[in-house]
């Protein structure tokens, strides 16, 4: 594993046509597009074995995002010539027949990519699954039940608005075990939450949750997704796509047991904390 967390990799919603080779004028030439099929929020971007990973949301043979997402995956050495590969995570089991979220990929022995699994019902919980051979991410074998089924129930979070959970944070003692989850507190204001995952990729302990990382009733909506942290030395920015904005805010701070603490500027309060004013949702560091 390498890089630093300083290049966002943006979602790009696209529809390709069933025949590769039809259309081409249409195809993007240098942003990924999949040979066909629904494509939207990138999940997991890492450099790995020599090769960058790009995992996506994915519909395979639709046309919109109503179908059954899973996630999708190609591989690049240079970022611009990609080459598609199988379908990295279906949605297979009781916990995920509804969908593979977005989520992504921690940078552990083995790699583990944690994900939001959603159920038949819409009921959004976090999951997990390991890279099952050492050298490749090609296949993955998933946990036999989700880490999170549900934030506290004091938070009041909607069952559908539990979601995205990011790479490794520091967590309350300072340890690089926490991942961040989005959230909408009482239906009403947009949250990143806080959980510890165990220190072994492989354990199937229940993830513990240690708070509040963020809050802040601002244009960023009451529900925010796909929380991302991308820190440099001691200054960090914290991203998060505001649910039915279509756009993706930040602040600029610091990190400090487990919680955020805003700094040059809070999440989505200005004009200026917009990441981008084009098409721009669900931006991943990596």
Not at 176 to 202: E, K, M
Not at 241 to 265: I, N
Request: glycine fraction near 10%; charge should be negative; charged fraction near 20%.
């Amino acid at each position: 594993w390498s890089h630093a967390n300083v290049l966002f990799i943006i979602a790009l919603a696209s529809v390709a046509c069933c025949d590769s080779r039809a259309g081409e004028h249409w195809r993007a030439r240098i942003h990924f597009q999949p040979h066909e099929g629904w494509m939207n929020d990138p999940n997991g971007p890492v450099y790995f074995q020599g090769e960058y990973h790009l995992f996506f949301q994915y519909v395979p043979g639709a046309a919109n995002p109503q179908g059954t997402k899973v996630w999708g995956h190609a591989t690049s050495t240079d970022l611009v010539h990609w080459q598609e590969r199988k379908v990295a995570i279906h949605a297979d089991t009781e916990w995920d027949i509804g969908g593979v979220f977005s989520g992504s990929i921690l940078h552990t022995d083995p790699p583990l990519a944690v994900y939001t699994c959603v159920s038949a019902d819409g009921t959004q919980r976090q999951c997990a699954a390991t890279a099952a051979q050492r050298n490749s991410l090609d296949e993955w074998t998933k946990f036999s039940a989700p880490l999170a089924a549900a934030a506290p129930s004091t938070l009041g979070v909607p069952r559908t608005e539990f979601r995205d959970p990011s790479e490794t944070v520091l967590c309350l003692d300072g340890k690089p075990q926490c991942v961040l989850v989005g959230a909408s507190l009482n239906a009403t204001v947009g949250a990143a939450l806080l959980y510890r995952r165990s220190a072994d990729p492989r354990a199937s302990e229940p993830w513990r949750y240690e708070g509040e990382f963020h809050t802040a009733l601002t244009r960023a909506g009451r529900m925010w997704e796909c929380p991302d942290l991308a820190c440099v030395r001691e200054t960090c920015i914290l991203k998060v796509s505001g649910d039915k904005t279509g756009t993706d805010f930040y602040g600029v701070g610091s990190v400090a047991r487990g919680r955020w603490r805003v700094g040059a500027a809070e999440v989505g309060t200005s004009a200026r904390t917009v990441l981008d004013y084009g098409t721009y949702y669900a931006g991943k560091s990596f």
